[in-house]
């Protein structure tokens, strides 16, 4: 299973996703506008992946099955608006 990431946004984003184990980088990676890549990850407990655009890096929780698509002004997983992980409850 694969994390699948779009960079939609007008500017680059550096993205990170943590791993359980020892498969897999964790360092942030850069996305120029308009790259895709994914990741290779396995696990039923889901990942903590870093965007940050601009000044600011925001956590997500995301599957090993997601399809992530970052805009300007928001983070989508096949279609649906991602809320930070850090702002789950109202």
């Known amino acids: 299973?694969?994390?699948?990431?779009?960079?939609?946004?007008?500017?680059?984003?550096e993205v990170s996703i943590n791993h359980w184990g020892t498969d897999g980088d964790t360092k942030p990676f850069k996305m120029a506008p308009g790259a895709s890549d994914s990741w290779n990850r396995n696990d039923l407990r889901g990942f903590v992946m870093y965007v940050q655009l601009g000044g600011s890096a925001t956590p997500y929780y995301v599957l090993s099955t997601s399809n992530i698509v970052i805009y300007d002004d928001k983070v989508t997983d096949s279609g649906q608006t991602l809320l930070p992980a850090n702002k789950r409850f109202g």
């Not at 299973?1 to 984003?13: C, D, E, G, P, Y």
């Open 1 to 13: 299973m694969a994390i699948s990431v779009k960079n939609s946004a007008s500017n680059t984003v």
